[in-house]
């Protein structure tokens, strides 16, 4: 009789943790999770520019950046895409305290709406220091 009440303790904690450990969109008291890097620019293409031919504000941005920061880290990239007639801009820095810290319009002013950024969907990886492995 022992035996059988541990074994169905033991089915009841696993099937509450089942339930708990859902997965499941809403987290932390109903807010959304905040999608990866990866989600939302998806399978970007690379489309390298100039640093010369991007906006001023970008270009003394990445101008403080040192390639050998990142070669045996991770990539250090800048996507472009586009909602609607405004474009935006984001840098992908695996530095970065936060995921979406570094997003900007044409002008370089910081985008703080997650909506508005995740409505850009043809993003392009337009600037890209590459991982190098160890």
């Given at each position: 009789m022992k035996k059988f009440s541990f074994f169905i303790a033991l089915v009841t904690i696993m099937m509450v943790g089942f339930v708990a450990c859902s997965n499941d969109d809403?987290?932390?008291?109903?807010?959304?999770?905040?999608?990866?890097?990866?989600?939302l620019v998806g399978d970007a293409p690379y489309t390298p520019i100039s640093i010369t031919n991007m906006p001023q504000w970008l270009e003394e941005k990445?101008?403080?950046?040192?390639?050998s920061d990142y070669m045996k880290l991770q990539p250090f990239r800048v996507f472009k895409g586009m909602v609607g007639d405004k474009t935006i801009y984001f840098i992908n820095d695996p530095f970065a305290s936060c995921v979406y810290c570094e997003v900007y319009d044409e002008t370089g002013n910081n985008i703080n709406d997650i909506?508005?950024?995740?409505?850009?969907?043809?993003?392009?990886?337009?600037?890209?220091?590459?991982?190098?492995?160890?």
């Open positions: 809403e987290k932390n008291d109903g807010q959304k999770e905040i999608p990866s890097v990866d989600s990445l101008a403080g950046v040192k390639e909506s508005l950024i995740q409505s850009v969907k043809n993003w392009v990886c337009i600037y890209l220091i590459p991982h190098s492995p160890l």
